[in-house]
């Protein structure tokens, strides 16, 4: 459409058109996408089939199905693709595509992209958006090679790397990774977990041979410490209450957990809806941060939560010292204001969309925990909560109204909250 109707030869997307675009691009595809389910008859209801489709396109894995290995391999397959596609992005993909059409996809990608602002590692977007898929490419290469390596079939092997490196969660078992009781699959899945919660940007520095550069980035340092200190307190507090008999295994299911819900990937090792209060509360405030600006991860990503605690501090040092002058430094180089504002903002939309999520689903007249867990869980890209949608349970039990509100919650939260809840402002529509 964009290619008939292009003027003066040559068609131009301005910031509002990206907006258009992109969020209308994802609804199209999950509309379309859900009609192998429900023609299948394996999802009857379309709106169930719209649930499943659009937490697979943003890499959100909460599900409506009960019984997911009754699913033929095919529907299994094409659940795990959608997780493959969103996590780098349906729209990055056309970024790649649109200079043979005679226009680049900056804007496009400005919308989509996961994080502040977008980093081009390259001076042409599409040649950067290629490189982003070659890295993705890899990652899914190996992962399935090294699942294989330790036992498990090529086909459950790629719908797992599929869910894995798109920090998607969607699995061909019931009971999710516990259904295989293997450290060895715990730690590659674990592995690369952390490795598609990392900034793209510094995965390429690293195969250019710049792995300093990449080890000193405050994003991945603050990542890293978030990830080990959550798995430290919540492995000596599943010792502590005796749930394991050694360190070495409360560890191993306390590490993968906190990989799982900091990276917004969602898979399960365990039930930790009964494990003891503090690892419940760890795990709880981990959907609030997310995984790297530039991954595939959700939530608010960790560089803003390391942009604002800069800035309260910075604000502390004025409130001293009046006439000091000031800077918000991240990674060595000042922030514009404009990147800080737009940090503080986004934080604020994103809590207020939250809360009238609560209210929503509320309304329902479910507790507060499911409520309030349904809705992190959701916004933030991470599949399971507490209490009903916990990591055993699922989303079926709330009815279709309240599904297409937590969709919508789960495009807000994946097209970084800006990109949608602008087409709902009316200057946005005025000439």
Not at 81 to 103: C, D, K, S
Not at 354 to 379: E, H, K, P, Q, R
Not at 388 to 403: D, E, Q
Request: hydrophobic share 55%; with cysteine; aromatic share 16%.
């Amino acid at each position: 459409m964009a290619f008939i109707s292009r003027k003066d030869g040559r068609p131009f997307l301005t910031n509002k058109e990206g907006f258009f675009f992109v969020t209308f691009s994802w609804l199209m595809a999950s509309l379309l996408a859900a009609l192998p389910f429900s023609l299948s008859g394996f999802i009857p209801s379309y709106v169930d089939a719209f649930f499943e489709v659009m937490s697979g396109f943003t890499t959100t894995g909460a599900s409506i199905l009960t019984n997911i290995e009754i699913l033929p391999r095919s529907l299994l397959l094409w659940r795990a693709t959608t997780h493959w596609l969103g996590g780098m992005g349906i729209v990055v993909l056309t970024v790649a595509i649109f200079p043979l059409l005679g226009f680049g996809g900056l804007r496009l990608m400005e919308a989509e992209a996961p994080g502040p602002s977008v980093d081009k590692i390259t001076p042409r977007v599409s040649a950067t958006a290629k490189i982003y898929w070659f890295i993705y490419l890899g990652l899914t290469a190996a992962q399935t090679v090294l699942l294989m390596l330790g036992g498990m079939d090529w086909f459950d092997a790629l719908c797992h790397t599929f869910a894995t490196v798109a920090t998607g969660g969607f699995g061909t078992k019931n009971t999710s990774i516990a259904y295989y009781n293997s450290p060895y699959f715990d730690a590659v899945i674990m592995l690369f977990m952390l490795l598609a919660g990392m900034n793209f940007t510094l995965h390429f520095r690293i195969i250019m041979g710049k792995g300093k550069m990449a080890i000193r980035d405050p994003e991945l340092r603050a990542y890293l410490l978030i990830f080990g200190l959550s798995s430290l307190v919540i492995a000596l507090d599943l010792r502590g209450h005796g749930l394991f008999s050694n360190f070495a295994n409360a560890l191993r299911f306390a590490g993968f957990q906190s990989a799982s819900i900091l990276t917004t990937t969602g898979f399960a090792t365990a039930d930790f809806a009964h494990w003891p209060p503090a690892s419940q509360i760890v795990l709880f405030f981990l959907m609030f941060i997310g995984g790297c600006a530039g991954s595939t991860g959700g939530g608010i990503k960790v560089i803003r939560i390391v942009t604002l605690f800069k800035m309260a501090f910075t604000e502390m040092r004025y409130l001293m010292n009046p006439k000091g002058v000031y800077a918000i430094f991240v990674n060595g180089k000042a922030l514009r204001k404009n990147v800080v504002y737009d940090t503080a903002a986004l934080v604020f939309l994103y809590f207020a969309f939250m809360i009238v999520s609560f209210v929503v689903v509320g309304l329902g007249g479910y507790d507060i925990t499911t409520s309030v867990t349904a809705t992190l869980a959701n916004l933030g890209n991470i599949g399971p909560g507490f209490a009903l949608v916990g990591p055993t349970a699922n989303y079926s039990i709330f009815p279709w109204w309240i599904k297409l509100w937590l969709s919508f919650a789960m495009l807000v939260g994946r097209l970084e909250v800006y990109t949608v809840l602008v087409l709902f402002t009316r200057r946005f529509w005025k000439s």
